[in-house]
Nanobody, 116 residues
């Protein structure tokens, strides 16, 4: 019953910004940390950011430090990823994730393409 639905991906020019959203349902959203991952074409999936249940965030990829910020609005069961100063190497499919007990749940992902 856990559902994660990402949205907000788009084609954007280098230097531009996007805000991704992940709408969650099927669990008590406010109790859990949420994470953002991304997977560029032909490459391994990597952890980008984690956001605690109270909204504290941490970037895990050095390549996005200072440019990406995770946040959440618990009343809306939604987690966000604000992406600024986008670069072509940020092109990837971005996924929302939550770990509940021993199970990891994933959304379908949203595509971000950074190109002129």
């Amino acid at each position: 019953q856990v559902q994660l639905v990402e949205s907000g991906g788009d084609l954007v020019q280098p230097g531009g910004s996007l805000r991704l959203s992940c709408a969650a349902s099927g669990f008590t959203f406010s109790r859990f940390s949420m994470s953002w991952y991304r997977q560029p074409p032909g490459k391994e999936r990597e952890l980008v950011a984690a956001i605690t249940s109270v909204g504290l965030s941490r970037n895990y990829a050095d390549s996005v430090k200072g440019r990406f910020t995770g946040s959440r609005v618990n009343a809306k069961n939604t987690v966000y990823l604000q992406m600024n100063s986008l670069k072509p190497e940020d092109t990837a499919k971005y996924y929302c994730n939550v770990v509940i007990g021993d199970t990891s749940y994933w959304g379908q992902g949203t595509q971000v393409t950074v190109s002129s």
